[in-house]
């Protein structure tokens, strides 16, 4: 479990395939890394993911056919900066909201534009998550727990702060670029509770990715 209070950017360093699946090494940036160990989970850029090897510099994480199709990770170069976020541990504080690392689908970065210090941006959603996506209710892009502004059918704003910008990788983005989204978890179970028998609940949204165990 998460929070979507980014820790640090870090950076992709290699991509080597592995049987159709592929292992990431990751460069952690300033991450503490003390405490880990092979088999914790970590965030990045939103994907919950193992950790192998894990050391002061960085680590690796093994990632499937799956979550490469159905994230932003399959679109990683050497260099590109994560967000990184380390599993929420049970003393610390919860900031943002319940995040899980599971991946919903990819939406896509519509404008940005300035307003007053701070930014606000546009995103269009997949049209089988925008039912889940609500004025003033949160929502994780890329690993950051937001807090949605407007709604307007599948597309949906936000407004960054300047600290956001600078410590999470939203500040590099451009029109057209694609992010990692999750829905609010509250939102999934209230639609299951509401509507038990309906199959179109789980047939119509995309299946998530990023599950820790499958890697």
Not at 64 to 93: I, K, Y
Not at 186 to 192: G, T
Request: contains cysteine; negative net charge.
């Amino acid at each position: 479990m998460f929070t979507g209070i980014v820790s640090t950017k870090g950076s992709l360093l290699k991509i080597t395939p592995l049987g159709g699946d592929s292992r990431l090494w990751i460069d952690c940036g300033s991450l503490q890394m003390g405490n880990c160990r092979t088999g914790d989970s970590i965030a990045v850029s939103g994907v919950c993911l193992t950790m192998l090897e894990p050391k002061e510099s960085g680590f690796s994480a093994d990632v499937s056919r799956e979550t490469l199709e159905l994230t932003t990770l399959g679109l990683l170069e050497p260099g590109r900066q994560v967000n990184l976020e380390l599993a929420l541990a049970l003393e610390d504080r919860l900031g943002g909201h319940m995040v899980s690392g599971h991946v919903d689908g990819k939406g896509r970065l519509l404008s940005r534009r300035q307003d007053a210090r701070a930014e606000r941006f546009e995103f269009e959603l997949p049209a089988g998550l925008a039912r889940y996506v609500a004025k003033k209710g949160s929502i994780c892009i890329d690993g950051v727990s937001l807090t949605v502004n407007e709604v307007d059918g599948a597309r949906f704003s936000v407004c960054l702060i300047p600290h956001t910008l600078e410590v999470t990788t939203l500040g590099m983005l451009q029109a057209g670029d694609e992010l990692n989204i999750e829905v609010d978890l509250i939102a999934r179970y209230l639609e299951r509770l509401a509507d038990p028998e309906n199959e179109n609940n789980n047939n119509n949204a995309p299946a998530s990715a990023g599950v820790a165990q499958e890697q």
